[in-house]
């Protein structure tokens, strides 16, 4: 059922909120260090295909595998510390505490890893120099430009050296420029840390930064390539 050297691996997903089927079968795999786009119009069960593969939320059946193991086999807290470790999130508003200075944002993950001040900010400078806002430092997330805010969200996901990162239309609030612009330096940073990406998108502009395409409708995944 898991797909051969596969990182992350879906089988049969179902989830349904009330009487609305959020995902009907969905399946999914990933390899390490590959950027897979999963793609699909409003509501066909993208963000909760992310969810489940996150285990941010528990499908109602299927399984999902990472690394060998069983997320629905995990307590709440190995799941949480698995979070911590290995995965890294962007959403389509950066997310950052606002009370932070963006180095502390981004250095806040390995913070949570127990790493300490000193290096984990410098560890946070070294991301932000590659993803080219390292002169924002000191600012707070309020004071930056929309573009810089998600740059400085992709800093903070591959800080803490994870295995996946996962992006949910990561660029869906920039224009066109800036949103490749982000959708180069994440791919470039992920790609030459090895780190998989699993990037939710609607915008096929967004989805050519990817090495494969998955298509989500009706809350089921299909492959492109293994399609006709
Ligand atoms: N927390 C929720 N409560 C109720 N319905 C939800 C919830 N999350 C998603 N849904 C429904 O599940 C379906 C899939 O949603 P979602 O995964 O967010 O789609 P997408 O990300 O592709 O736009 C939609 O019909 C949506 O309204
Ligand atoms: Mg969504």
Redesign the pocket.
């Known amino acids: 059922m898991i797909p051969e050297g596969s990182l992350l691996a879906a089988h049969d997903l179902r989830k349904t909120?009330?009487s609305?089927p959020?995902l009907d079968g969905a399946s999914f795999s990933v390899h390490p260090g590959e950027v897979v786009a999963v793609m699909?119009?409003?509501?066909?069960?993208?963000?909760?295909?992310l969810h489940c593969l996150a285990g941010i939320i528990t499908p109602d059946s299927g399984t999902i595998t990472y690394a060998g193991r069983e997320l629905s086999a995990m307590s709440d807290a190995e799941r949480s510390a698995l979070r911590r470790s290995d995965f890294g999130f962007v959403f389509q508003f950066g997310q950052l505490v606002p009370e932070l200075t963006c180095v502390e944002n981004v250095a806040l993950p390995l913070r949570l890893n127990g790493v300490k001040r000193k290096a984990a900010e410098r560890t946070a400078r070294e991301w932000m120099e590659r993803l080219e806002v390292d002169d924002l430092g000191s600012q707070r997330p309020g004071e930056v430009s929309g573009g810089q805010g998600q740059r400085v969200a992709v800093a903070r996901a591959l800080a803490a050296s994870p295995k996946v990162i996962f992006a949910?239309e990561p660029t869906g609030a920039l224009d066109s420029l800036n949103g490749e612009r982000v959708m180069e330096l994440l791919t470039e940073a992920a790609r030459s840390a090895n780190v998989a990406v699993v990037l939710?998108t609607?915008e096929a502009r967004v989805a050519a930064y990817s090495d494969r395409d998955v298509t989500?409708r009706d809350?089921r995944a299909r492959d492109l390539e293994h399609a006709v």
Not at 40 to 49: D, E, N, V
């Open positions: 909120y009330g609305t959020a699909g119009p409003s509501g066909s069960g993208k963000s909760t295909l949910d939710v609607h989500v809350g």
